[in-house]
């Protein structure tokens, strides 16, 4: 089986739906002659065509805008945002109008439309190219929003978001792209090669949306992540010395509900780990769920370890970045209780 | 649901052509010759000067015309010709090379690994230091990342530039913000952000503010040719136009956003001056490498400005000579050799030909003046490598708190506090 980066895993997805299926077509910022900027879309005007995967304006605004209409005619348009902080000028598109043309039809239209993304930080981009808004969207009825962590589920679950008939926003986590990352930033740079989640199969499968992935069986607690922080739940999980249950969630909606359930059923105990800030973040839900539905099996106070309140900041990359060294003492901090 | 009677007959449905997805792609790519058979270039002279005082229904003919100034021999005539005195041409050629000694050097410092992030502004000097020159100091700027030449205009200490971009312990801007994403207040040089097109409107607010109170200073924003695609810069010429909002409104189009092309900004279609039209706003199409053509077209704007006659679209066109940013490599999506093909040429150069011309300047001058603006340049450099480049020095964490809301709320203070600082 071929060994892919998330990069390659990626462009593998979108090569196969463009094969498949007439009614996909890529387009957004730098994606077609180029192949993005961080090549996700590399080859595939040159190998699908000029109308398959296109150059668009700047307008997130209008990219989405445009999409929304395409999905309503009946094609599957795959968009690019070239960085998840930039998908907020087409925030109304996809709020008002992405999210709610099926319900406000009753049916007559709906917007089959895949909304690809870089999001997270670890590279030093400050604070416009280091964000993790997955939460605003997650507040929204109507959207559903995929986080994969490695590149095998970043195909399965790219080409299955394409092939979902409702809009998804798919957030790839750059910091994954070329390597896995647990936080531990002084260590030299990891690649893919050699991990058993980039063995890729060339062709078509799928991961489905709404099943999350047990990455670390353990008995004593449980934590919840997703994209880059499953890496670094992994190392925080080592270094606490605690036997954690490790959950990649994949997808925040449509949510693993019943796996977060029966983990924490077992466990007793919740840690929540998210880059974005920690207010109004998604480890609120999660830890609100987890509460209703694990009262009488909880043994200490859900947890959350995440991005500080503030925006994120360049100099303070290591500082703000939410390390295996937060989860690790968040970890330990629950064991007491 | 309803069935409409169709007045087409099939007759007619028949005969129609089947449609087709236009997608706009520029004349050369990599191994091709650079071509710039589609660009519209006047000569000095062609593009007439109206009255600053006409009214915009007579000049309709302007976004489609080009203001120059300097021929191709680096000679000024045409009815746009600012004739500036000498020290202001000298300021000028100064501003142009210092912006250019210093990008060349701080570029160079990022593949150091001293900093995280360099963005060049090489070919497009011209525009922000005339701009700069010429407007009053109590004038905002509203810029992209590419004036730096506004700040080296205005003398902005290089010191603070290279400390912002290494992050270190003396960055003004306390580590928080990206490289090269100024902000520079007392040099008329609104905040940056990393977000393209979203303060185009923000100078029209201002502009608006200015004339709410009675005051004299007025507004000038900048936005990419790429940009002007967002809904930012249609919405901020509405307010312009609906209140006319005493703002000079430039597009710089450096034909190229990142791997872009003008073509897939609409520039196939027409001028970006000419969105001016819709919105019953003068425009101006100026060759943005000419440094008194830039100075002209200014001065015209304004003065409408300045007599309540409202904003101005100047379209300010160039060549984006280097790489988008230190992550870009335009050698993949466009002819290796496209600026030196590039018809408008260099500014600095154009500028120094001029003044040779005038016997003001001459090539010893010039190289002497080079090697003292890289002096000056080195010797920031090595003051801000003193305190620390990336990684190696930075602002007290604490920093990383402040400045959320005017008072810290609780948030803050315990998340600061449990990071143990
Ligand atoms: C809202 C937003 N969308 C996308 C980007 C990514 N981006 C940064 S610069 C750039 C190209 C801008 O081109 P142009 O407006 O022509 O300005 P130039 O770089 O040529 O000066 C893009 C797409 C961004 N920074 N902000
Ligand atoms: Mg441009």
Redesign the interface.
């Given at each position: 089986m071929p060994t892919m980066n998330m990069i390659q895993a990626l462009n593998s997805a979108l090569d196969v739906m463009l094969t498949e299926d007439p009614n996909t077509l890529i387009f957004g910022?730098?994606v077609?002659?180029?192949g993005g900027?961080f090549r996700v879309t590399d080859g595939l005007q040159k190998k699908h065509g000029?109308?398959r995967c296109?150059?668009?304006?700047?307008?997130?605004?209008?990219i989405v805008a445009t999409a929304i209409g395409m999905g309503a005619f009946g094609l599957r348009p795959i968009p690019e945002i070239q960085f998840a902080?930039?998908i907020?000028?087409a925030f109304d598109q996809l709020v008002s109008e992405a999210a709610r043309l099926r319900y406000r039809s009753n049916g007559e239209f709906w917007a089959p439309i895949t909304v690809r993304s870089p999001y997270g930080g670890g590279i030093?981009?400050?604070?416009?190219?280091s964000q993790s808004p997955e939460a605003i969207f997650a507040h929204i009825t109507g959207l559903k929003t995929v986080i994969p962590s490695n590149p095998y589920d970043a195909k399965g679950l790219l080409i299955a978001s394409i092939e979902d008939d409702d809009p998804v926003i798919f957030l790839e986590p750059k910091r994954l792209y070329n390597g896995p990352f647990d936080g531990r930033h002084e260590q030299a740079l990891k690649t893919w090669a050699g991990d058993p989640m980039a063995e890729v199969p060339a062709g078509r499968y799928t991961v489905p949306l709404g099943k999350a992935a047990i990455v670390r069986e353990g008995t004593e607690a449980t934590v919840l992540a997703y994209g880059t922080m499953v890496h670094v739940a992994l190392a925080g999980i080592e270094d606490s010395g605690v036997d954690a249950e490790l959950i990649d969630l994949r997808s925040i909606v449509p949510l693993d509900v019943d796996a977060i359930v029966a983990s924490v059923k077992k466990t007793g105990r919740c840690v929540i780990l998210h880059e974005a800030s920690?207010?109004g973040g998604f480890g609120g839900e999660l830890s609100a769920l987890v509460q209703e539905r694990c009262f009488y099996h909880l043994k200490s106070a859900v947890q959350r370890v995440a991005g500080?309140?503030?925006?994120y900041?360049?100099?303070?990359e290591w500082?703000?970045f939410p390390g295996p060294a937060r989860l690790a003492a968040a970890l330990k901090r629950t064991m007491e209780d | 649901m309803g069935h409409y009677p169709s007045s087409t007959s099939v007759e007619i449905m028949q005969n129609r052509p089947s449609l087709r997805?236009h997608?706009p792609?520029p004349v050369a790519?990599p191994g091709d010759a650079p071509a710039f058979d589609r660009s519209l270039i006047p000569e000095p002279g062609d593009t007439r000067r109206p009255e600053t005082t006409s009214a915009e229904a007579d000049m309709r003919d302007l976004p489609f015309g080009l203001v120059r100034v300097l021929d191709d021999s680096g000679e000024a005539s045409g009815p746009w010709n600012p004739k500036l005195p000498t020290e202001t041409l000298l300021a000028g050629l100064r501003a142009m090379l210092l912006t250019r000694a210093f990008d060349e050097r701080l570029f160079r410092a990022h593949r150091q690994g001293k900093t995280?992030?360099y963005m060049k502004s090489t070919g497009e000097e011209a525009i922000g230091a005339a701009q700069s020159l010429f407007l009053d100091r109590d004038d905002m700027c509203f810029p992209t990342y590419r004036v730096l030449s506004w700040l080296m205009a205005r003398n902005y200490p290089l010191i603070d530039l290279c400390n912002q971009i290494f992050?270190n312990e003396k960055?003004p801007l306390?580590?928080?913000?990206?490289?090269i994403?100024y902000s520079a207040r007392d040099y008329g040089f609104y905040s940056l952000?990393?977000?393209?097109?979203?303060r185009f409107g923000h100078a029209v607010g201002w502009a608006m503010a200015s004339a709410f109170k009675g005051g004299q200073s007025i507004a000038l924003a900048y936005i990419g040719e790429?940009?002007t695609?967002?809904?930012?810069f249609h919405e901020a010429l509405t307010f312009a136009s609906v209140y006319r909002a005493p703002v000079i409104l430039c597009v710089t189009n450096n034909q190229w956003?990142?791997?872009?092309f003008s073509g897939?900004?609409?520039a196939d279609e027409t001028t970006f001056a000419a969105k001016a039209l819709a919105y019953g706003l003068p425009g101006l199409r100026v060759d943005g490498n000419d440094f008194l053509a830039v100075w002209a077209a200014t001065e015209w704007a304004a003065e409408r400005a300045r007599m309540n006659l409202g904003a101005t679209l100047i379209e300010l066109y160039t060549y984006r000579a280097s790489g988008h940013s230190t992550?870009d490599d335009p050698t993949?999506?466009r002819p290796a050799d496209e600026a030196e093909a590039w018809p408008l040429g260099d500014p600095v150069e154009r500028l120094k030909t001029h003044m040779i011309g005038l016997g003001l300047w001459d090539e010893d001058r010039h190289a002497a003046l080079q090697a003292e603006l890289d002096a000056e340049v080195r010797a920031a450099v090595k003051e801000a490598e003193a305190v620390g480049t990336?990684g190696k020095s930075?602002?007290s964490?604490k920093?990383?708190?402040e400045g959320?809301f005017k008072d810290p709320d609780w948030?803050?203070v315990e998340?600061r506090r449990e990071?143990g600082i």
């Amino acid at each position: 089986m071929p060994t892919m980066n998330m990069i390659q895993a990626l462009n593998s997805a979108l090569d196969v739906m463009l094969t498949e299926d007439p009614n996909t077509l890529i387009f957004g910022e730098d994606v077609g002659y180029f192949g993005g900027v961080f090549r996700v879309t590399d080859g595939l005007q040159k190998k699908h065509g000029l109308t398959r995967c296109f150059d668009a304006p700047i307008s997130e605004g209008g990219i989405v805008a445009t999409a929304i209409g395409m999905g309503a005619f009946g094609l599957r348009p795959i968009p690019e945002i070239q960085f998840a902080d930039y998908i907020l000028p087409a925030f109304d598109q996809l709020v008002s109008e992405a999210a709610r043309l099926r319900y406000r039809s009753n049916g007559e239209f709906w917007a089959p439309i895949t909304v690809r993304s870089p999001y997270g930080g670890g590279i030093f981009g400050g604070q416009t190219h280091s964000q993790s808004p997955e939460a605003i969207f997650a507040h929204i009825t109507g959207l559903k929003t995929v986080i994969p962590s490695n590149p095998y589920d970043a195909k399965g679950l790219l080409i299955a978001s394409i092939e979902d008939d409702d809009p998804v926003i798919f957030l790839e986590p750059k910091r994954l792209y070329n390597g896995p990352f647990d936080g531990r930033h002084e260590q030299a740079l990891k690649t893919w090669a050699g991990d058993p989640m980039a063995e890729v199969p060339a062709g078509r499968y799928t991961v489905p949306l709404g099943k999350a992935a047990i990455v670390r069986e353990g008995t004593e607690a449980t934590v919840l992540a997703y994209g880059t922080m499953v890496h670094v739940a992994l190392a925080g999980i080592e270094d606490s010395g605690v036997d954690a249950e490790l959950i990649d969630l994949r997808s925040i909606v449509p949510l693993d509900v019943d796996a977060i359930v029966a983990s924490v059923k077992k466990t007793g105990r919740c840690v929540i780990l998210h880059e974005a800030s920690r207010f109004g973040g998604f480890g609120g839900e999660l830890s609100a769920l987890v509460q209703e539905r694990c009262f009488y099996h909880l043994k200490s106070a859900v947890q959350r370890v995440a991005g500080w309140d503030t925006p994120y900041p360049h100099a303070f990359e290591w500082d703000y970045f939410p390390g295996p060294a937060r989860l690790a003492a968040a970890l330990k901090r629950t064991m007491e209780d | 649901m309803g069935h409409y009677p169709s007045s087409t007959s099939v007759e007619i449905m028949q005969n129609r052509p089947s449609l087709r997805l236009h997608i706009p792609e520029p004349v050369a790519r990599p191994g091709d010759a650079p071509a710039f058979d589609r660009s519209l270039i006047p000569e000095p002279g062609d593009t007439r000067r109206p009255e600053t005082t006409s009214a915009e229904a007579d000049m309709r003919d302007l976004p489609f015309g080009l203001v120059r100034v300097l021929d191709d021999s680096g000679e000024a005539s045409g009815p746009w010709n600012p004739k500036l005195p000498t020290e202001t041409l000298l300021a000028g050629l100064r501003a142009m090379l210092l912006t250019r000694a210093f990008d060349e050097r701080l570029f160079r410092a990022h593949r150091q690994g001293k900093t995280s992030f360099y963005m060049k502004s090489t070919g497009e000097e011209a525009i922000g230091a005339a701009q700069s020159l010429f407007l009053d100091r109590d004038d905002m700027c509203f810029p992209t990342y590419r004036v730096l030449s506004w700040l080296m205009a205005r003398n902005y200490p290089l010191i603070d530039l290279c400390n912002q971009i290494f992050s270190n312990e003396k960055d003004p801007l306390k580590g928080r913000q990206l490289p090269i994403l100024y902000s520079a207040r007392d040099y008329g040089f609104y905040s940056l952000s990393g977000n393209v097109g979203s303060r185009f409107g923000h100078a029209v607010g201002w502009a608006m503010a200015s004339a709410f109170k009675g005051g004299q200073s007025i507004a000038l924003a900048y936005i990419g040719e790429g940009t002007t695609a967002e809904g930012d810069f249609h919405e901020a010429l509405t307010f312009a136009s609906v209140y006319r909002a005493p703002v000079i409104l430039c597009v710089t189009n450096n034909q190229w956003a990142i791997s872009s092309f003008s073509g897939i900004a609409g520039a196939d279609e027409t001028t970006f001056a000419a969105k001016a039209l819709a919105y019953g706003l003068p425009g101006l199409r100026v060759d943005g490498n000419d440094f008194l053509a830039v100075w002209a077209a200014t001065e015209w704007a304004a003065e409408r400005a300045r007599m309540n006659l409202g904003a101005t679209l100047i379209e300010l066109y160039t060549y984006r000579a280097s790489g988008h940013s230190t992550s870009d490599d335009p050698t993949k999506y466009r002819p290796a050799d496209e600026a030196e093909a590039w018809p408008l040429g260099d500014p600095v150069e154009r500028l120094k030909t001029h003044m040779i011309g005038l016997g003001l300047w001459d090539e010893d001058r010039h190289a002497a003046l080079q090697a003292e603006l890289d002096a000056e340049v080195r010797a920031a450099v090595k003051e801000a490598e003193a305190v620390g480049t990336l990684g190696k020095s930075k602002p007290s964490v604490k920093e990383m708190f402040e400045g959320v809301f005017k008072d810290p709320d609780w948030r803050v203070v315990e998340q600061r506090r449990e990071l143990g600082i």
